[in-house]
Protein backbone atom coordinates (compact mmCIF):
# COMPACT_ATOMS: atom_id res chain seq x y z
CA UNK A 1 0.00 0.00 0.00
CA UNK A 2 3.12 2.31 0.40
CA UNK A 3 4.00 1.71 -3.01
CA UNK A 4 0.22 1.80 -4.09
CA UNK A 5 0.07 5.35 -2.36
CA UNK A 6 3.60 6.52 -3.78
CA UNK A 7 3.91 4.97 -7.13
CA UNK A 8 6.44 2.42 -7.07
CA UNK A 9 8.89 4.87 -9.12
CA UNK A 10 8.74 7.56 -6.78
CA UNK A 11 12.14 8.07 -4.79
CA UNK A 12 12.39 8.34 -1.20
CA UNK A 13 14.04 11.70 -1.59
CA UNK A 14 11.06 13.58 -3.41
CA UNK A 15 8.59 12.33 -0.59
CA UNK A 16 7.95 15.48 1.54
CA UNK A 17 6.22 16.48 4.73
CA UNK A 18 3.05 17.24 2.65
CA UNK A 19 3.28 13.58 1.07
CA UNK A 20 4.10 11.77 4.59
CA UNK A 21 0.56 13.91 6.14
CA UNK A 22 -1.45 12.84 2.70
CA UNK A 23 -0.32 9.69 3.24
CA UNK A 24 -1.35 8.94 7.00
CA UNK A 25 -4.73 10.83 6.44
CA UNK A 26 -5.50 8.40 3.27
CA UNK A 27 -4.58 5.53 5.72
CA UNK A 28 -6.91 7.36 8.70
CA UNK A 29 -9.81 8.34 7.04
CA UNK A 30 -10.03 6.03 3.16
CA UNK A 31 -8.75 2.43 4.51
CA UNK A 32 -9.79 3.05 7.72
CA UNK A 33 -6.39 1.83 9.38
CA UNK A 34 -5.56 2.25 13.04
CA UNK A 35 -2.49 3.80 14.46
CA UNK A 36 -0.86 0.80 15.00
CA UNK A 37 -1.50 -0.15 11.20
CA UNK A 38 -0.65 3.33 10.25
CA UNK A 39 2.63 3.15 12.28
CA UNK A 40 4.03 -0.52 10.63
CA UNK A 41 3.35 1.09 6.99
CA UNK A 42 5.29 4.01 8.37
CA UNK A 43 8.09 1.26 9.68
CA UNK A 44 8.02 -0.38 6.22
CA UNK A 45 8.63 2.84 4.33
CA UNK A 46 11.49 3.42 6.59
CA UNK A 47 12.84 0.43 6.03
CA UNK A 48 12.82 0.69 2.55
CA UNK A 49 14.28 3.98 2.83
CA UNK A 50 17.19 3.04 4.98
CA UNK A 51 18.02 -0.18 2.33
CA UNK A 52 18.52 2.72 -0.25
CA UNK A 53 20.62 3.95 2.06
CA UNK A 54 22.59 0.91 2.79
CA UNK A 55 22.82 0.30 -0.84
CA UNK A 56 24.29 3.79 -1.83
CA UNK A 57 21.00 5.08 -3.88
CA UNK A 58 20.78 7.79 -2.02
CA UNK A 59 22.23 9.84 1.21
CA UNK A 60 20.15 10.20 4.29
CA UNK A 61 20.38 13.83 4.60
CA UNK A 62 18.57 13.80 1.71
CA UNK A 63 15.70 11.93 2.36
CA UNK A 64 12.85 12.27 4.66
CA UNK A 65 12.41 9.70 7.84
CA UNK A 66 9.26 8.38 8.17
CA UNK A 67 9.95 7.86 12.11
CA UNK A 68 9.03 11.16 12.77
CA UNK A 69 5.87 10.66 11.81
CA UNK A 70 4.42 7.67 13.92
CA UNK A 71 1.45 8.03 15.50
CA UNK A 72 0.65 7.89 19.16
CA UNK A 73 -1.30 5.31 20.48
CA UNK A 74 -2.79 4.52 24.29
CA UNK A 75 -1.80 0.45 24.26
CA UNK A 76 -0.58 0.28 27.65
CA UNK A 77 2.72 1.11 26.57
CA UNK A 78 3.04 -2.18 24.60
CA UNK A 79 4.07 -0.71 21.17
CA UNK A 80 7.14 1.47 20.83
CA UNK A 81 9.62 2.79 18.40
CA UNK A 82 13.36 1.80 18.74
CA UNK A 83 15.39 4.70 19.17
CA UNK A 84 18.12 5.59 16.50
CA UNK A 85 20.70 4.82 19.16
CA UNK A 86 18.62 1.44 20.15
CA UNK A 87 18.57 0.55 16.97
CA UNK A 88 22.57 0.71 16.31
CA UNK A 89 23.51 -0.93 20.14
CA UNK A 90 21.33 -4.15 18.68
CA UNK A 91 23.18 -3.78 15.33
CA UNK A 92 26.16 -3.95 16.71
CA UNK A 93 25.61 -6.89 19.00
CA UNK A 94 24.03 -8.86 16.41
CA UNK A 95 27.06 -8.19 13.79
CA UNK A 96 29.51 -10.47 16.51
CA UNK A 97 26.94 -13.91 16.06
CA UNK A 98 27.25 -16.19 13.00
CA UNK A 99 25.36 -15.32 10.05
CA UNK A 100 22.17 -17.44 10.49
CA UNK A 101 21.80 -15.56 14.29
CA UNK A 102 22.61 -12.03 12.19
CA UNK A 103 19.88 -13.05 9.66
CA UNK A 104 17.21 -14.00 12.01
CA UNK A 105 17.74 -10.73 14.71
CA UNK A 106 17.76 -8.02 11.41
CA UNK A 107 14.81 -9.68 10.05
CA UNK A 108 13.18 -9.41 13.33
CA UNK A 109 14.37 -5.68 13.83
CA UNK A 110 13.88 -4.57 10.59
CA UNK A 111 10.62 -6.05 9.82
CA UNK A 112 8.78 -5.30 13.35
CA UNK A 113 8.03 -8.79 13.31
CA UNK A 114 7.51 -10.38 16.68
CA UNK A 115 9.32 -14.24 16.91
CA UNK A 116 6.63 -16.21 16.63
CA UNK A 117 5.69 -14.65 13.13
CA UNK A 118 9.07 -15.22 11.72
CA UNK A 119 8.97 -18.78 12.81
CA UNK A 120 5.88 -19.63 11.32
CA UNK A 121 7.06 -18.44 7.86
CA UNK A 122 7.73 -21.02 4.91
CA UNK A 123 9.96 -20.58 1.72
CA UNK A 124 6.95 -20.23 -0.06
CA UNK A 125 5.95 -17.10 1.60
CA UNK A 126 9.16 -15.35 -0.07
Avoid at 39 to 49: D, E, F, G, I
Avoid at 63 to 75: C, D, H, P, V
Wanted: hydrophobic fraction near 35%; charged fraction near 25%.
Amino acid sequence: QVLEYFGPNRSPMSITSDDMLGFIDCCSKVRKNSPKTINKKLCALQTLTDIGVMLGLYRPEDTLSAKGFTLQENNGGRTRILSDEEIKTFESVIAEQETEIQTYFATLLHMGMRPHELWSLNKEDF
